[in-house]
């Protein structure tokens, strides 16, 4: 694997900044857009801006993002997202007085993420965190909502099977093509995705007022690194 700072490749600040900013200007602006001519659905609206702006991770990564600027962006957004649940600053996102920290817990574990991995020069397990994060919990409630027939309680939160399955095969996909592409097709690989997975899927079962959007990727990030270095010594 090639080095994660190999300077040579590494553009501008500039130009990092400019593709990241560009990538969430059009993740809003497609958001609007279905808000204001398809779709009036504001859970619509927040799971396209929730998976939209999680692809961040994977910019970060392969434009060289420095640590530095992704921790700052993290605590502006988690700023602002404290002050919408509070204020109207982010409508169709945030309701005020929503019941949940879920916006505000994602905006944490990015920086979180970023600080740890990108200092260990191993983003692959910050993408792995945020993707899982993002894909999986995202087409998890999109496709628990629509095709969610068979049903089930956790702490008095309603959860389909249909959903935490979809949430179970999105983490392994996500993961093993993240770990293949830096380890190889190795055995070790799929089973750390599936534990991963497995992992993923409880830990957003069993999560409420949104701290899912805290421990999943968390959670699948640390799990992802630590069995790499136990089983997989790649």
Same mark, same amino acid.
């Given at each position: 694997?090639?080095? $994660?700072?190999?300077?040579?490749?590494?553009?501008?600040?500039?130009?990092?900044?400019?593709?990241?900013?560009?990538?969430?200007?059009?993740?809003?602006?497609?958001? /609007?857009?279905?808000?204001? $001519?398809? *779709?009036?659905?504001?859970?619509?609206?927040?799971?396209?801006?929730?998976?939209?702006?999680?692809?961040?991770?994977?910019?970060?990564?392969?434009?060289?993002?420095?640590?530095?600027?992704?921790?700052?962006?993290?605590?502006?957004?988690?700023?602002?997202?404290?002050?919408?649940?509070? $204020?109207?600053?982010?409508?169709?996102? *945030?309701?005020?007085?929503?019941?949940?920290?879920?916006?505000?817990?994602?905006?944490?574990?990015?920086?979180?993420?970023?600080?740890?991995?990108?200092? &260990?020069?191993?983003?692959?397990?910050?993408?792995?965190?945020?993707?899982?994060?993002?894909?999986?919990?995202?087409?998890?409630?999109?496709?628990?909502?629509? $095709?969610?027939?068979?049903?089930?309680?956790?702490?008095?939160?309603?959860?389909?099977?249909?959903?935490?399955?979809?949430?179970?095969?999105?983490?392994?996909?996500?993961?093993?093509?993240?770990?293949?592409?830096?380890?190889? *097709? &190795?055995?070790?690989? /799929?089973?750390?995705? &599936?534990?991963?997975?497995?992992?993923?899927?409880?830990?957003?079962?069993?999560?409420?007022?949104?701290?899912?959007?805290?421990?999943?990727?968390?959670?699948?990030?640390?799990?992802?690194?630590?069995?790499?270095?136990?089983?997989?010594?790649?």
């Amino acid at each position: 694997m090639s080095s $994660f700072l190999d300077l040579e490749s590494i553009p501008p600040l500039w130009l990092q900044s400019a593709g990241v900013a560009i990538w969430v200007l059009l993740v809003l602006f497609a958001a /609007w857009v279905v808000n204001r $001519f398809a *779709n009036k659905d504001p859970e619509i609206v927040r799971k396209i801006v929730h998976i939209g702006t999680g692809n961040v991770i994977l910019l970060a990564w392969w434009l060289h993002i420095p640590a530095r600027v992704g921790i700052t962006a993290s605590i502006v957004a988690s700023t602002v997202t404290l002050l919408s649940y509070r $204020f109207p600053i982010l409508p169709g996102i *945030n309701s005020v007085g929503r019941k949940s920290l879920g916006t505000f817990f994602y905006s944490v574990s990015i920086g979180i993420l970023i600080a740890w991995f990108w200092t &260990l020069q191993q983003p692959q397990y910050a993408a792995i965190g945020i993707l899982v994060m993002t894909w999986g919990d995202g087409l998890a409630a999109l496709i628990g909502q629509k $095709f969610g027939q068979h049903q089930y309680k956790v702490f008095g939160r309603q959860k389909s099977w249909e959903g935490s399955l979809a949430m179970t095969l999105v983490s392994f996909l996500i993961t093993s093509m993240i770990l293949v592409s830096v380890q190889g *097709n &190795l055995w070790q690989t /799929w089973l750390i995705s &599936l534990m991963v997975a497995v992992v993923a899927t409880s830990l957003e079962v069993f999560s409420f007022l949104g701290i899912d959007n805290l421990t999943v990727p968390l959670g699948s990030a640390a799990l992802a690194y630590v069995l790499s270095q136990l089983i997989g010594n790649v």
